[in-house]
């Protein structure tokens, strides 16, 4: 009995310190950061007030900023959409992962950082913007948009099933998100959201309550708008130009009439809108299409209508998404998350407001290299500091998984950020790698790839030509001055083709033919 009775508290005090091991390891699981990763699609660093107020004030977006840290420096490696996302997720260069271009399907059995989470305890989920092709893969929860999307009355795929939803595409994605978060994870776990919204993708459809906002605004042309291109081959060659058709007054720029011939036929903004939506849209777009028939522009004045009147359609879903930015701030204020949630947000990549007469992206240029970067983790990152190191998308999944205190495979190419929010002098990359692929294409961007220094931009455009670029981004910020030719330059050169060399032997960018 005495030694039955020492075993029964062995057992008691056995169970004990099981029990009191779970509550600990349950309370240490609580301590890991959850991490939301907003991301928008082609959405200007130009047009978030935190960098540039000239065009719109981004009050929510500031409000990341100015609680955590911007990033001052932070840069794509491919600035097209499915390649941008898929080195996101992956944290490797598009000739790694697979994604070179808009093309192919995304392939969802390798490694990605959503992955490793969920293996590591995460609940991991992903809302919105997908457009990968295949399946997503590493999420406990998905519903996606299928493709682009659409911006009114969207169709979202939920865990494979389709339905079709009322209301404006931004405001439903956050619906989801906030839904998943109330109703659907498992509260004991941390969390990564990925909340991945449609806007500012063309073609820029704002919400009917913010049509009028920008209406009566008059934006300056950039002092570029007229660029003529000299001296930079691939420049000239490109087909996203404001100035041209291809920014259509139709189908970009809203103007559906039958005067109105278009590329892409009669198309129709309205088609997916019920009756009030439609009401509103009529009412705010046909009195500017019939002063814009009526005023029959050609020439620089035509040119200068598109730029106004594509500004005025752009900055309105801003303003949606930086009301839906606010939002999220506000779910997490009230439901005790914001202490210990990573709220990182970012763009796919960047996109042009005008600068060289152009919109879209592609070009290794800064404006569509350059994407807005904003993170916040009280405690963790000191509020309102700026980070001026060289960053990139490829650096994303490290962060994110150093963050959850997991080691980073050594076959992921980008570089943790955790240590920059420490504002030490870690060792840092002194240069960046950037590689786009798609080509031909409908805007004729040719494949190029180069290499970006603090000071120097060097980019080699090669397929159906062979033409390098160098630029000077302190004395020439706005790349209009190709200096590759210049003699003084030939050490310079050597120097930066060395070092690029070098990037791509890292990266395991050498062989082009298969591209």
């Known amino acids: 009995m005495k030694l039955k009775g020492v075993l029964g508290l062995g057992v008691v005090l056995t169970t004990t310190f099981v ?87 995304f392939d969802g059995t390798q490694q990605t950082f959503p992955k490793l989470l969920h293996k590591a305890g995460y609940q991991t989920a992903l809302v919105g913007k997908w457009h990968l092709k295949s399946d997503p893969t590493g999420f406990d929860y998905w519903n996606i948009l299928p493709g682009q999307g659409s911006y009114y009355n969207p169709d979202f795929i939920e865990m494979g099933e389709k339905k079709r939803y009322e209301g404006y595409v931004t405001d439903i994605t956050n619906r989801f998100a906030f839904n998943w978060l109330d109703n659907q994870r498992d509260k004991e776990k941390p969390f990564c959201l990925l909340l991945h919204h449609k806007a500012v993708h063309r073609t820029w459809q704002p919400d009917t309550a913010h049509f009028a906002e920008f209406a009566e605004q008059e934006y300056d042309l950039p002092h570029n708008f007229f660029d003529n291109y000299e001296g930079r081959q691939a420049m000239a060659e490109q087909n996203l130009s404001v100035r041209t058709g291809d920014m259509d007054v ?178 840092w990359r002194n240069a960046l790698y950037y590689h786009y692929y798609e080509f031909p294409n409908e805007h004729m961007v040719k494949r190029h790839y180069g290499i970006r220094t603090d000071r120097y931009k060097l980019i080699h455009f090669y397929d159906d030509i062979d033409v390098w670029e160098l630029y000077d981004l302190k004395e020439d910020p706005d790349e209009m001055q190709n200096i590759y030719s210049a003699p003084e330059n030939k050490a310079l050169i050597e120097q930066l083709k060395s070092q690029l060399l070098k990037l791509q032997k890292t990266y395991k960018d050498t062989d082009r033919s298969t591209y």
């Open 19 to 105: 029990s009191c091991q779970c509550k600990q390891a349950k309370k240490e699981e609580k301590k890991r950061p959850n991490i939301l990763f907003i991301m928008t699609d082609d959405h200007s660093y130009q047009t978030l007030s935190a960098y540039d107020n000239r065009f719109i004030e981004t009050p929510n977006l500031d409000r990341i900023a100015k609680e955590g840290m911007l990033y001052t420096n932070s840069f794509v490696s491919n600035s097209i959409c499915a390649p941008s996302r898929a080195v996101m997720l992956t944290g490797k260069h598009s000739h790694m992962n697979g994604q070179v271009n808009n093309a192919v399907s």
């Open 250 to 427: 139709r189908y970009d720029l809203k103007m559906e009439d039958e005067k109105v011939k278009s590329r892409f036929g009669n198309y129709i903004h309205t088609i997916r809108m019920d009756k009030a939506q439609k009401e509103k849209w009529e009412a705010f777009y046909t009195p500017i299409k019939d002063d814009f028939l009526a005023r029959d522009l050609h020439g620089e004045e035509l040119q200068k209508w598109k730029y106004q009147r594509y500004m005025r359609d752009y900055l309105a879903c801003v303003r949606s998404l930086d009301n839906s930015i606010g939002e999220v701030l506000k779910y997490l204020d009230e439901h005790g998350l914001a202490e210990n949630t990573l709220v990182v947000y970012t763009s796919d990549q960047g996109f042009y407001m005008g600068e060289h007469g152009w919109f879209d992206k592609r070009f290794m240029y800064e404006q569509s290299m350059r994407t807005p970067l904003l993170m916040r983790l009280p405690g963790r990152i000191k509020e309102g500091v700026k980070c001026n190191k060289l960053v990139q998308n490829i650096d994303y999944a490290a962060t994110f998984l150093d963050v959850a205190g997991l080691e980073v495979p050594q076959d992921i190419q980008g570089m943790s950020m955790v240590p920059l929010w420490e504002q030490k002098t870690p060792k």
